[in-house]
């Protein structure tokens, strides 16, 4: 008989593992609480404008292409990645910009202009990094750490790499000119960690980005999402989608029935969870979910974000489409966002700029963006956001306009955003966290959630909460993982 299986929450985590359980050929459906799949990279259309809600930056795109591969599929049939170039251009409120390119001799002679003794450190830096992505990425990114062992066996690359120190204090080891520290440290932000704190070993971001480049979906990252659930339904897979999960049943140890919030219900011989950790183990009709969440509610999660969508009349040909507007302070706003209490007024700025690479992002001549700021989460700042929401984007806009977009407020045209609370009612994250639990070293790999559950033997997880972490590689790395797990299990 063939075995079933749930995948609660259709985030890219949970789209991955779903489509590798099918492949395997058990019967998998995946149960999403919002009216479309994607979780973080959800979509919005406006007057002809595609606003992409979460995750823009698509690297490592042969851990995608392998969902397909697994049943001899082409990717390419579902979903055009085009590369984007630069990566991304970072940019400082005194007027530096450093276009961080995937060309050495362009990278050196940016560097040089900085700090001329720094071009030799950035090589050491590269080599760093190139050796944790090795041991942090290629062997133990899709590892699945069920027991101390595993960590054990992973401490001496862990030491070799010093796992311990921060991704900002290894890079400064490398590079004294402190932009250049900023440049290649910033990049733990894009998973929920703060480089001054962060292991080190998320320096691999670097060569993950340098060797595999950065892409786009031509359409949004919707098309890719998209693209996902066809690849899965073609396979056989359902898709059930506006209904929010509302109890995970048990009989005895096991995990047996899913129910959802309009009735509906169905037994499955494995049952994985995609949606957040904290609400997962609150959904659990067993002991172990109450102890469990209460166990998580005392863990560190990730900030939130605020992000600010918009459109406007014209294009804006000298805005790369991916940038990073540092503010005045880095450290200072560091600690702000990840134990202050308020909102920071000078916050450093991603800015997306789709339409730089795909002008059906907009109708022609119009424009679409979306800038992000990181916030604190809901459970450090008791902000009101239905009133500081729009004060928060006068001040975005304000400095912009001021940075990178001259003219912006005579050609706005539609502006929302989606913040912490948004993060916390519609995507259910506890504390409207963004990238779930803190990547710090202690809240890693063995000390993460664990793919399957300790006690609910046929219960799992995928997504942000596990190993390896936030990030379209990382969830789709732990699909991996628990995929491994699941179909081992489900065969025995
Ligand atoms: C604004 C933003 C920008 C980002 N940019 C990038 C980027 O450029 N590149 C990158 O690689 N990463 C980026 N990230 C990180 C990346 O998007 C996430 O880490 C990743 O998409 C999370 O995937 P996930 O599998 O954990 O699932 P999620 O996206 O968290 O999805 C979980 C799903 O579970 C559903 N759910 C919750 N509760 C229930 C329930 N009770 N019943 C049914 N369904 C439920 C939710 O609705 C949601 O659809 C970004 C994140 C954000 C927020």
Redesign the pocket.
Known sequence: MRRKAAV???????LALAIRLQSAGIDTTV????DK?????YFWEKDGHVFD???????DPACLRELWELTGADMAKDVDLVPVSPFYRLSWPDGTTFDYVNDDEQLARQIAELEPADVEGYLKFLRYSEGVYVEGYEKLGAVPFLDFKSMLKAAPSLARYQAWRSVYSVVSRFVKNEKLRQALSFHSL??GGNPMTTSAIYALIHKLERDGGVWFARGGTNRLVAGMVAHFERLGGSMRLDD???DIETKGDNANTVRTRSGWSQDFDAVAS???IV?TYE?LRHPAGGRGAARLKRKRFSPS?F?MHFSTDGRWPDVPHHSILFGPEYAGLLKQIYGGSTLPNDPSIYLHHPTATDRSMAPEGRSTFYA?APVPHLGRAAIDWDKEGPAYTRRLLEILEQRTLPGLSDRLGEVFHFGPADFEQE???HLGS???LEPVLTQSAYFRVHNRDDRIRNLYF????THPG??????VGSAKATAGLMIADLAA
Do not use: K
């Open positions: 609660i929450g259709s985030g890219f985590g949970g149960i999403e609480a919002r799949p994607g979780g973080r990279a809600a979460g995750p823009t930056v698509i690297t894009l998973v929010p999960v509302a995609n949606a957040d609400r959904m974000l992000v992000l995507l259910n994250s963004a990238f779930s995928v997504g942000a909460g936030a990030g379209i590689p990382g969830v």
